[in-house]
């Protein structure tokens, strides 16, 4: 398997998975996760690809906006690091929760494409 083609591909497939997320999507966010994906929220919670697609089916919280900055994108063979922090906006049964966090994507090559295969958040603490 060969490296990625560029930084911008990892970045293209992030926002993707967003936009996913904004949409409640289960289908592509099936495609895009790895069948091991985990997911590691800030509170320390930690979901497999079953339980955080079922979070998402429920409606147990809406992503509204998720404005991420500081991104480093980090690519050894197969695997890619992606990081950065993240200002995530979402509905929490009518609640408005703005989260700051610091993130780590763990993204991979698949035979079709990019999966992500862990995201693991940490709560950024105010100075």
Sequence with gaps: MKNFASESQILAADEARYQALYRQDLEALERMLADDYVHTHA???IDDKAAFLASIEAARY???DA???EQCV???GPVVLLSGKTRT?????????VMDNAFVTVWTQAEDGLRL??????????A
């Design 67 to 69: 404005r991420r900055s």
């Design 89 to 97: 906006t979402l509905d929490v049964g009518g609640q408005t929760k």
């Design 43 to 45: 509170n320390g919670k």
């Design 74 to 76: 980090r690519i050894s």
């Design 117 to 126: 295969l862990h995201w693991q958040a940490t709560k950024l603490l105010e």
């Design 62 to 64: 809406r992503f509204v």
